[in-house]
């Protein structure tokens, strides 16, 4: 079965420090990777998806990045973290038909002060 | 262009009494339609999805959904509720027309469900 591993659960981090998010599925190969961020608890807002190793799309611009150095890896990082980046970032996968669910890790509850 | 609405914030209902969560969809082609649930702090977890056939689609912890074409609507439903149900629910669309978007999921805004006693 497959499984998906989302760390850390919780970070604090400075202003202007960097971040590195992990996520990795386990048996399965070939995922789509999702990034989303929830805000107060409610709306996902999709940051990042990728179909492949090295293929990143952005839905929206931000100071957030996403790679895919292999093919069941997906991080999301930061150069410089701003307060606005405060949130729940949840990491997800799919296979790549479009009648099949996604399948949540547990999430990342960053605060940036 | 595909989207989902939860047009409740909240909603709340009495222990043992049946609970309805509402949710409607906008696709270019047939759609395909998604609950989740979440838990304080924690990932979603998927309850039940809509392909193609039969209307009424039955799913985890006694849930079940109803999808109908003509009113776009994918209504979540439990005939008798528990306290225990109370969290936020989520509805998700996916357009069968792919637009090469990674079969990207539309969520919509979410219903936070509270089951009192």
């Known amino acids: 079965s497959q499984t998906i591993h989302q760390w850390p659960a919780t970070l604090v981090q400075p202003v202007g420090s960097p971040l590195s998010l992990e996520c990795t599925v386990e048996g399965t190969s070939n995922p789509n990777l999702y990034w989303y961020r929830q805000a107060a608890g409610r709306g996902l807002q999709l940051l990042f998806y990728s179909v492949g190793i090295g293929q990143i799309s952005s839905e929206v611009p931000q100071n957030l990045s996403a790679s895919r150095p292999q093919d069941r890896q997906f991080i999301l990082s930061s150069k410089k973290l701003l307060l606005s980046d405060s949130g729940f970032y949840l990491c997800?996968?799919?296979?790549?038909?479009?009648?099949?669910?996604?399948?949540f890790g547990q999430g990342t509850r960053l605060t940036v002060v | 262009a595909q989207s989902v609405a939860q047009p409740e914030d909240q909603v709340n209902v009495a222990e043992g009494n049946p609970l309805t969560v509402k949710c409607t969809y906008s696709v270019s082609g047939n759609p395909y339609l998604f609950w989740y649930v979440q838990y304080p702090n924690r990932g979603l977890q998927f309850l039940l999805k809509y392909i193609t056939g039969d209307n009424l689609v039955k799913g985890s912890y006694g849930f079940e959904a109803e999808f109908n074409k003509s009113q776009t609507s994918f209504h979540l439903k439990k005939p008798s509720a528990l306290v225990s149900d109370s969290a936020l629910y989520f509805c998700?669309?996916?357009?069968?027309?792919?637009?090469?978007?990674?079969?990207?999921?539309?969520f919509g805004t979410g219903t936070q469900l509270k089951v009192e006693l």
């Open positions: 998700a669309v996916r357009d069968s027309i792919l637009t090469g978007g990674g079969n990207k999921l539309t």
């Open positions: 997800a996968w799919s296979f790549g038909r479009p009648n099949t669910e996604a399948f």
